[in-house]
């Protein structure tokens, strides 16, 4: 199992950002997939997850982020438009364990600056 994050990179209030993140070796009857994020200082926070049931997002992100699969490229993506500084963090994809609600795997991370 594998999971590479992308697509991270400094940009202006307000701008947009696609994250990326290519999967091999998962059984998406399986697991779910997420995004969690964590700033400089402060814990992780969830900030996004999609299973067969539907997306879920932060109150934080709502109205601004959009998570969606590409089944056929096996990529997970984040599409984050509207950015604010307090979006500033380090994103990682994570897959969920569907019958145990673990945080089984998760990617490397990449990092989105979010400054004027």
């Known amino acids: 199992v594998q999971l590479l994050d992308s697509g991270g990179a400094m940009v202006q209030p307000g701008g947009s950002l696609r994250l990326s993140c290519e999967t091999s070796?998962?059984?998406?009857?399986?697991?779910?997939m997420s995004w969690i994020r964590q700033a400089l200082g402060k814990g992780p926070e969830w900030v996004s997850s999609i299973y067969p049931t539907g997306t879920y997002y932060a109150d934080s992100v709502k109205g601004r982020f959009t998570t969606s699969m590409d089944d056929a490229h096996n990529t997970l993506h984040l599409q984050m438009n509207g950015l604010k500084p307090e979006d500033t963090a380090l994103y990682y994809c994570?897959?969920?364990?569907?019958?145990?609600?673990?945080?089984?795997?998760w990617g490397q991370g990449t990092q989105v600056f979010v400054s004027s």
């Open positions: 070796g998962f059984t998406f009857t399986s697991y779910g």
């Open positions: 994570v897959g969920v364990n569907r019958a145990t609600g673990a945080y089984d795997n």
